[in-house]
């Protein structure tokens, strides 16, 4: 008899010598070459293989990861969900005594804002669960949409503080720049993504996008939007850079709109009035500079630990805008240096995850629509926390996620929610037997992977196998 009993095999490749250890592939052995059979040769190709997955991501887009392995980012998800709960808080904190004043109800600002927050979660919510890819086949459609309504919105919206951005029903505003934002970032990723190696030339990849964005930065300045403007044309010419197009072609982009941009601004009145603030508030204080220095008050007052939350005094009809565009000056004043630190800490975070998504996404496509909106949202707070400490000129651009405002608040949510469903980097999906035999062979290649982790099992005989019995010699003389 012989006694046999099953083994777990040791992970790793067969030792040298031993012939219990054969690899087998089912039934059959797999016997490699005494080259390959070398551990220091196998750790050496091992350690390598290791370096290239972890530097050089594949060209052909399958990542380092199984797609169906990866999940929303919650990173990324928790810091966009930090920073809408902190302006949620700071909206009431900033705007209660203008409410007061003007509604007669202190908490006019933070109602509104709770309910923009909760539809903008839905959107959140609904942008992380359809598939990105959706939004290729709609990027001109959108396009369109968004130029007619920057369009529309100079004849029939509402003016405030002497720029015409809103349409407004009642209680109920639009600002269409913001669904722009949105719609720039999808057609440039589109566009790019489709020309590949042509955006290497000028009149094909290069110029095509560059009067699109033109476009829409020419109706951004009739509003006047100067801020929202530059941040388009910033954004064009970032995610052109990423897809590869000459430096010669950026360079030339610059030097042309420099001076176009210097003569706008040295061209109005108001925008020059600005720009001297800029370099000298001080000599301003009770004109044109009067906002800025009162901002800067208001952040130097708040020191390390600030007055406390509500405390702030610079929202008592010192501060103009202070729930809106300069509320992280009542973020300094009343946290601190610390209320401070925080905001750009979250903001720091959401464009490491947003970069780290683009770089990660299953395709072109959404390697580039990831890098648009993480950059979008970048420029937003960059500017506006440049204003806010003095840094920049003043422009009027909302804090994403923290400024009062009801657009912003819901189209910022849903992008960051179109960002999170990059990072999941969901597979394709697919459509009638196609897409369900691709999901039963993805369940299937779980199991696998789940059988194939626990090791192959051997049976190792431990006695010898007994030699046949040979047929009985014939000792018999012959006949005669």
């Not at 972890?54 to 990542?63: E, K, Q, T, Y």
């Not at 503080?161 to 669904?179: H, K, N, V, Y």
Request: aromatic letters at 8%.
């Amino acid at each position: 008899m012989r006694a046999a009993r099953n083994v777990r095999a040791p992970r790793g490749r067969a030792q040298v010598g031993d012939p219990r250890r054969v690899p087998r592939r089912g039934n059959v052995p797999v016997l490699e070459p005494e080259s390959r059979r070398s551990p220091l040769w196998d750790a050496a190709r091992a350690r390598l293989a290791a370096l290239r997955a972890a530097i050089v991501r594949p060209l052909d887009g399958s990542p380092h990861i199984r797609p169906s392995e990866v999940g929303v980012d919650r990173v990324l998800v928790g810091a966009v969900l930090a920073l809408a709960a902190f302006g949620i808080v700071m909206v009431f904190s900033s705007g209660a005594v203008f409410a007061a004043k003007k509604y007669g109800d202190s908490t006019y600002f933070l109602k509104r804002e709770l309910i923009y927050a909760a539809l903008g979660l839905c959107a959140m919510s609904l942008a992380s669960r359809i598939d990105y890819s959706v939004y290729r086949r709609w990027a001109y459609p959108l396009l369109f949409v968004s130029i007619m309504c920057l369009a529309v919105v100079l004849k029939v919206g509402s003016r405030a503080g002497g720029a015409i951005r809103w349409f407004r029903l009642g209680p109920l505003s639009f600002q269409p720049s913001e669904l722009a934002k949105f719609a720039l970032c999808v057609y440039l990723a589109s566009l790019v993504a489709r020309k590949a190696e042509t955006v290497k030339v000028f009149a094909v990849g290069f110029l095509p996008p560059l009067v699109v964005t033109g476009v829409m930065m020419a109706l951004l300045l009739k509003q006047p939007d100067l801020g929202t403007a530059v941040i388009f044309g910033c954004v064009a010419l970032g995610l052109l850079c990423v897809a590869g197009t000459r430096t010669s072609y950026l360079i030339l982009a610059v030097l042309v709109a420099a001076p176009a941009g210097w003569k706008f601004i040295v061209s109005t009145p108001f925008r020059m009035r600005r720009m001297l603030a800029f370099l000298d508030p001080w000599a301003f204080r009770r004109d044109v500079g009067y906002q800025i220095t009162e901002s800067l008050i208001s952040v130097g007052s708040g020191g390390v630990t600030g007055l406390g939350l509500g405390d702030g005094r610079q929202k008592l009809f010192f501060l103009p805008e202070a729930h809106t565009d300069f509320i992280l000056s009542i973020v300094g004043e009343e946290l601190g240096l610390l209320g401070i630190l925080f905001v750009v800490g979250a903001f720091s975070l959401l464009v490491w995850r947003g970069l780290r998504a683009s770089f990660r996404a299953r395709d072109v496509f959404g390697c580039y629509l990831a890098f648009g909106i993480t950059t979008m949202f970048g420029l937003q707070a960059l500017v506006n926390i440049g204003v806010v400490l003095g840094s920049l000129p003043t422009k009027g651009l909302p804090l994403p996620f923290i400024s009062y405002g009801g657009t912003s608040l819901v189209v910022s949510l849903f992008m960051a929610g179109v960002l999170a469903n990059i990072s999941a980097r969901n597979p394709e999906p697919g459509e009638g037997l196609e897409g369900l035999l691709a999901e039963v062979r993805n369940r299937a290649r779980k199991v696998r992977n789940r059988r194939l982790a626990d090791g192959p099992r051997l049976i190792i005989e431990t006695r010898p196998r007994p030699a046949p019995a040979s047929a009985p010699e014939d000792t018999s003389a012959p006949e005669a």
